[in-house]
């Protein structure tokens, strides 16, 4: 099976600073992988996804992910953080390789953005 | 106007009562998901649907149910048997042409006084 973790429960930057949202995952081979974010009492927005097309994945809102199959990582970034970010972000993976029906969620980072 | 639609917004519901949350879309999608949210936590598979009048039991299925009478529907009855239904329930749905990708919609949340 395939799983994710998200290493940081919590992140504050400051307005106008860099975004970094760690996320690794286990798996046996190049899965798809997903950023989604979620707003306070809303259901969760599909960020950005990859393929294997590209390792570098652009997605809404000026965030983008890179995949790193050595160091099995996809964290989430942006250069400047902007107060409307402060979200819950989810990273996620199918839950069984080659099936499509099953998603396997991290258990969430909060960003919090400040002035 | 197309999406996905669950109601109520809000639900709250007596100990010893069911209680059925909707879930609709009209992107004409063929699977749809639902799953619980509690704080601090990810989100966790109840019941999946990949075509009508089929469905599949996920992670958490016990005190739950569903139905897929309709492609458009996929209705969530939490029952007596939930112990602690209290909880944002989120619904989903997938397209085949798309993938794994699951869009989702806005969310209810439910309180057992």
């Known amino acids: 099976a395939q799983s994710v973790t998200q290493l940081d429960s919590h992140v504050s930057v400051s307005e106008g600073t860099p975004v970094l949202l760690r996320c690794n995952y286990s798996?046996?081979?190049?899965?798809?992988l997903f950023w989604y974010v979620q707003h306070p009492n809303k259901g969760l927005q599909l960020l950005l996804k990859?393929?294997?097309?590209?390792?570098l994945v652009k997605g809404i809102n000026g965030f983008e992910a890179e995949f790193k199959k050595s160091e099995t990582s996809f964290h989430l970034t942006k250069p400047s953080a902007h107060m409307s970010d402060a979200a819950e972000y989810f990273c996620?993976?199918?839950?069984?390789?080659?099936?499509?029906?099953?998603?396997?969620f991290g258990t969430g980072t909060r960003l919090q953005v400040t002035l | 106007d197309g999406g996905i639609t669950q109601s109520p917004k809000y639900l709250f519901r007596k100990e010893g009562q069911n209680v059925t949350l909707s879930c609709e879309q009209n992107?004409?999608?063929?699977?749809m998901y639902w799953y619980r949210q509690d704080p601090g936590q990810g989100l966790r598979l109840i019941y999946y649907?990949?075509?009508?009048?089929?469905?599949q039991k996920g992670d958490i299925a016990e005190g739950y149910s569903v139905s897929r009478e309709k492609k458009e529907s996929f209705p969530l009855t939490v029952t007596s048997a939930q112990k602690n239904p209290t909880a944002f329930y989120l619904c989903?749905?997938?397209?085949?042409?798309?993938?794994?990708?699951?869009?989702f919609g806005p969310g209810t949340r439910l309180t057992v006084l």
């Open positions: 992107l004409n999608h063929d699977a």
């Open positions: 990859y393929t294997s097309a590209a390792t």
């Open positions: 989903a749905s997938r397209r085949q042409e798309h993938g794994d990708t699951q869009y």
């Open positions: 649907s990949q075509i009508v009048n089929d469905f």
């Open positions: 996620v993976v199918p839950a069984v390789a080659g099936t499509a029906s099953k998603l396997t």
């Open positions: 798996s046996s081979y190049s899965p798809s």
